[in-house]
């Protein structure tokens, strides 16, 4: 599986915008990308997915380079509900299907 | 809807004994997982199953079994627990649709220690 790249953690101040960024250099053309995050004592939470287009949903926005090597969640007014640890993961569409977690990037909101 | 259940939450054992964790979904789900998530660390897989009666291994599977019988239910075993496996095991769900990439559900969790 390829490998994703995220910082260790990052802080945030309420209602404001956060942009996690996530490095992928060694993506292949069928790995979809995936972000997680895990609440305090909770399992892991779908947040978002794409492929080569930016998405968004209820709860966030994903915006994938052009070359597809790196992208950015963005959540677009941080609440301190949003403080969790938040995982890319590139899956492909084939196999298992399994999630390959890494150590993630830990945000925290100030308020 | 429940979602994704885990029975029990917590659990205490000494080495050599054996337990089994139970992962229940009422969401018709094909895929189902079992992670462990040890301190300070991202998931890893242990096991897997793609459907009613099959199962295959994942990263870690070394020190458990597992078995789906039924659909909805995914059973992970430990023959002869060690401290080695005192950690926080998750399972998770998802469907499959052809050509369509997945999200999986998460359960809350069960955390066990070995003494």
């Known amino acids: 599986d390829a490998k994703t790249t995220q910082p260790n953690s990052m802080e945030s101040n309420e209602e404001e915008p956060v942009h996690l960024p996530c490095n992928h250099s060694?993506?292949?053309?069928?790995?979809?990308i995936h972000w997680y995050r895990q609440l305090p004592s909770q399992g892991p939470e779908y947040v978002i997915h794409?492929?080569?287009s930016n998405v968004n949903n209820r709860m966030a926005s994903l915006a994938i380079a052009e070359d597809r090597k790196s992208s950015t969640l963005i959540l677009h007014r941080a609440t301190l509900r949003d403080a969790a640890v938040y995982y890319c993961?590139?899956?492909?569409?084939?196999?298992?299907?399994?999630?390959?977690f890494g150590s993630g990037t830990r945000l925290q909101v100030q308020p | 809807n429940a979602g994704v259940t885990q029975t029990p939450k917590f659990r205490v054992l000494k080495t050599g004994q054996s337990m089994t964790l139970l992962c229940a979904q009422d969401?018709?789900?094909?895929?189902m997982y079992w992670y462990r998530q040890d301190p300070g660390m991202g998931l890893r897989l242990i096991h897997y199953?793609?459907?009613?009666?099959?199962?295959a291994k994942g990263e870690v599977p070394d020190g458990y079994n597992v078995s789906r019988l039924k659909k909805q239910n995914f059973l992970l075993g430990l023959e002869s627990a060690a401290p080695s496996q005192t950690s926080v095991y998750f399972c998770?769900?998802?469907?499959?649709?052809?050509?369509?990439?997945?999200?999986?559900?998460f359960g809350p969790g069960t955390r066990l220690t070995v003494t």
């Open positions: 998770a769900s998802s469907y499959s649709q052809r050509g369509i990439s997945y999200e999986q559900y």
């Open positions: 060694t993506i292949s053309g069928t790995d979809y």
């Open positions: 794409g492929l080569t």
């Open positions: 993961i590139l899956a492909r569409d084939t196999g298992r299907r399994a999630l390959t």
């Open positions: 969401m018709n789900h094909e895929y």
């Open positions: 199953s793609v459907g009613e009666g099959t199962t």
